[in-house]
């Protein structure tokens, strides 16, 4: 009884958000399981997960900049057309001016930059509710990209295309598998090894008990068999494929961006805005300063999604990025962001994001069609939404937190003061 | 007292929630027509049981019976409890401020004629609801274009829209200035001259003294006692042993002040409006704080002292016009609350839930946010530093949480502001503008929040002390300034205080005599 508590404890505890993922982490390994069962195990096969992979990253991509500019407490809806107009100028460049392909790249994120800039001023500086200056941004760009690019397709050199279907290179010994995949992997596990280390010492520094070493162990354990798992499937693909490379570039962002939210000033200051921009002002917050920066980062990140798309379909067209927003924006709300800003993290909103890649893949693994795709995605996103809503309605955190409630009597922790507590205008936050 | 008919009795009321025994076998006898008022510190459990008995905990999520009107009542929600004429009114208003006054009495309960909302006889009812509680306004007026006071009445007249037979009001004064409490006051005994039973929530106690006929005290879930005011010969003091159950001898620490020179002076300030340019909310003032002193700025409701303050601390309201500050010796510029920070300004504002916390944050977050350049070694935050720093805090400060990862948004009033007040503390500043605070906080932590000011001033800082309580200005501060209309109009010392000379120049555009 006293592990389960502790095991409880440690996995789902803390705060709401934190229950909330690990409920779709959950959610993610239920549904990868019944999908591997559902399609005879194809799923999992090594050339379906690097196609899943590739055909996500740049969704993924956009999923990390649209977390940050849902914690502001705004929204990005033009970051597919920002996608499509950055994609086709990127193409132009390069078969029309002949600029090298890395020189291309650079263009690309400076037009993102650019298009950023441009959206961010009339958000902090004029006032603009982001959801009107992207609703006309959308409008904008893909109305640019098609008027550059005469609505038809321009194709990309060989080059450029590896950042969107290029893979991690076969190097040494013959091993049957593919080296560089798997030093990635040994690398990953290191990486966790060593973080639930740094965590452990932190704990013990701020004098609050770490968590068992059963535990720690148990959860080391697992995160390295799944890398272990994943790493061999990625090396094990079809001669010529490995990890692809988009999904390194995804990984680096992943972690780049998680550190800043996490643990830099500046990302802390976006949450201070989104939970409460008035008291954020008067504690020395640049209020416009952050918000130009979400609104701009954002469109390097649908820059960089863009050109990645282009590569990987080794063409620029009219219909690129065409409902990126939505997906973007589901995979944030599906990964426990609040609608009202202020609460949500950079994993949740991957797991999100591979939540419904996984749903959309095994769908059309079985053959239905993409008509029965969007109505079961659609009533996902609602269902996983209200659930949590619903349970935060009853004072419950999480669907694993209410199920471990018969477990918890003796644990008489929370809530510190409940008449107060409840006297708070609570936010009205889609998260749990 | 005891032959009169008792219209409502909670027996034994028990409630938990998980983990905390928030009510256990509170009892609360109230009798018709009178005015019953309801005392405790904050978490004591005063509004728990409002909720038992209002129905937004429905009959069956607690333990005991409550009677009302001579039978047993199961509310199962608000509505319920309203068909049965009894109204709460919160501490935060229920109102729509973009509605009138008389769409917003009417609201959820509109007269109609023939499907459609009659809007000639609403406000003919309005007017006369209006006149039952003494609101003289256009029953069109926006709820936003009148002051707080008046929208406290236009709350109770919608109460009367539901026919109420029994009143609670939840602190009901706490935002209110002096002369609007006063006519609140005044209307409640003119509602107990005409039977209407009112219970009444606060923590300020010489209202409660004045007004109560009967009180009970709840602590700590439980009920303490039931006292008869005029029976009993109940005064402060008595109310305050029964509270915290113990003898508060004095509501202000002991101090003796270690006054400096000056060090922030602040010349000629004029700000005009953020939005109608022609008002001027500062008139053309200047003040001096001296190190180690305890300034006080006394005034009515709207006569700019948080404007003031706020358009000191790094131009965070209004349009700034001129005026100069010098902070010692020097003149400094203060474009942005950063800039006001880095020059060791540090503002509690009189709001901590809207604008002083973000409340989805948890006390470590919170007391690092104004300085996280304090916790960061190259733009990285450190952890380990900013627990430490939170934790430090926490038991220097005596901050009720169990661990400071505990969200701020689940402490208590008085809680929060120690959290506030930390936050502030960890800028290092030199002047620190205190707005109001010790709003809506129970006498315990309200001496407890004295004793920190007073350590504050006696590390050398300047403070001042924006309140709306005369006893608290004149308990606390050193010198006392006083404003009227966006001017300052007098300057008193310690020794010279009293309500009475306070008032008559927060009231008059008169200069008094300065030193």
Redesign the interface.
Known sequence: MSRLKDLQKNLFGGTTSNARQFGMIFTLVAIVVLFQILTDGLTLRSDNLIALFQQNSYILILAIGMLMVIVAGHIDLSVGSVAAFAGILVAKSMTEWDLPWPAAIVFGLAIGAAIGAWQGFWVAYIGVPAFIVTLAGMLLFRGGNQFIGNASTVPVPEGFREIGSGFLPEFGPNTGYNNATLLLGLAAALAVVWREIQARKTRRAMDADPAPMWISILRMAIMVGVIAFAALRFASGRVGTSFPISGIILLVLVIAYSFYTRNTAGGRHIYAVGGNSRAAELSGVKLKRVNFFVMMNMSVLAALAGMIFVARSAASGPQDGNGWELDAIAAVFIGGAAVAGGIGTISGSIVGGLVMAVLNNGLQLMGVGTDRVQIIKGLVLLLAVAIDVYNKSQGRFSIIGSLMRPFRRDDSAPPASPPDAEREPAKAAVSG | MSDVPILLEMRSITKE????K?LSDVNLVVRAGEIHAICGE??A????LM?VLSGVYPHGTYDGKIVYQGSESKFSDIRASENAGIVIIH??LALIPGMSIAENIFLGNEPRKRGAIDWKAANRMALDLMARVGLEEDPDTLIKDIGVGKQQLVEIAKAFAKDVKLLILDEPTAALNEADSKHLLDLLRGFRSRGITSIMISHKLNEIEAIADQITILRDGRTVETLDVKADGVDEDRIVRGMVGRELSSRFPDHTPKIGDVFFEVRNWNVRHPISAERQVCKNESFVVRRGEIVGFAGLMGAGRTELAMSV??R?YGVFESGTIIKDGKEIVLK???D??DNGLA?V?EDR??????????IK?STV?????KI?HH???N??EE??AA?SYRKELRT????V??SV?????GNQQKVVLA?WMFTDPDLLILDEPTRGIDVGAKYEIYGIIQRLADQGKGVIVISSELPELIGLCDRIYTVFEGAITGEIARADATPETLMKQMTSTKKMATR
């Open positions: 929630f998980p983990g905390v928030a904050n978490g459990g005063k509004s728990t909720k501490q935060e601390f790094g965070s942005s609350v950063a006001a920070i503002y504002s839930k809207a604008i002083g916390l973000n409340l989805l944050d948890d977050t946010a104004a300085k996280l350049s960061s733009g990285v935050l952890e380990v627990y430490q934790e009720k949480a169990p661990t990862d505990e948004s689940k402490l208590s009033g936050k």
